[in-house]
Structure formats: structure tokens, C-alpha cells
């Protein structure tokens, strides 16, 4: 079955840094558009990345716009999250997600696989 496995969360402060990892099973990685998607306590899903099949299209939120970058390795099959500038209001579980569509979709009901997230907690 697909498996979803995302890891690199951790606590970071104020201004640091992280990159999360997903790395896919059971599926053909190259044919899927990725995404990242966060959750904080109280708060709906967003959007935060995606990256087209072969990586030559990217979207990201507002918020995240010159901060975050998201690249993926099909020889691999993982997907990467490079997180810069961190702050406090990034604070959330980030989950990765895949999606069959050829566009690159920002909204989470296209996506059809999701891991079990992994928690990125920034200090103030």
C-alpha cells in the first residue's frame, strides 16, 4: 500500500532552520504531484508547498513565499521541505501529500495520500 513517511521535524529556534524529508512507497513517485500542508492546535490544514511531477513547477503559500523551498528526488522517491528564516507562527505538524492530478494543486481534498506528519515546533 502507499506509505507516506515524512521525518526532519524537530524544535528550532527563532530565525534557524530545518528540512523535512518524505520519502514514498507503493506508488510511482514520478507520476505524483507532492505537497506540504501544516496544521497548528486549533487551526485548519493549509497549504504550504507543491512541486509538479518533474519538479519544473512550484507553488507555495503566501506566508512561505522566500522562506520555504521544496525540491524532490524521483530517483529517490522523496520529496524535501528546506525551511530558512523560521518563526513562531511556523509552529505546526507538517504533513506530506501526494496527488494523481498532472497540475499542481493547492487544496487538500486533490490530494488522495497523506503521511502521519511530523512536528515542527519554533521557539520565540
Known amino acids: 500500500q502507499v506509505q507516506l513517511v515524512e521525518s526532519g521535524g524537530g524544535l528550532v529556534q527563532a530565525g534557524g532552520s530545518l528540512r523535512l524529508s518524505c520519502a514514498a512507497s507503493?506508488?510511482?513517485?514520478?507520476?505524483?504531484?507532492m505537497a506540504w500542508f501544516r496544521q497548528a492546535p486549533g487551526k485548519e490544514r493549509q497549504f504550504v508547498a507543491a512541486?509538479?511531477?518533474?519538479?519544473?513547477?512550484?507553488k507555495y503559500a503566501d506566508s512561505v513565499k522566500g522562506r520555504f523551498s521544496i525540491s524532490r528526488d524521483n530517483a529517490k522517491n522523496t520529496v524535501y521541505l528546506q525551511m530558512n528564516s523560521l518563526k513562531p507562527e511556523d509552529t505546526a505538524v507538517y504533513y506530506c501529500?501526494?496527488?494523481?492530478?498532472?497540475?499542481?494543486?493547492?487544496?487538500?481534498?486533490?490530494?488522495?495520500?497523506w503521511g502521519q506528519g511530523t512536528q515542527v515546533t519554533v521557539s520565540s
Open positions: 507503493g506508488l510511482t513517485f514520478r507520476t505524483y504531484t
Open positions: 501529500a501526494a496527488s494523481s492530478l498532472m497540475v499542481v494543486t493547492i487544496t487538500s481534498p486533490t490530494y488522495a495520500y
Open positions: 512541486i509538479s511531477r518533474i519538479g519544473g513547477s512550484t
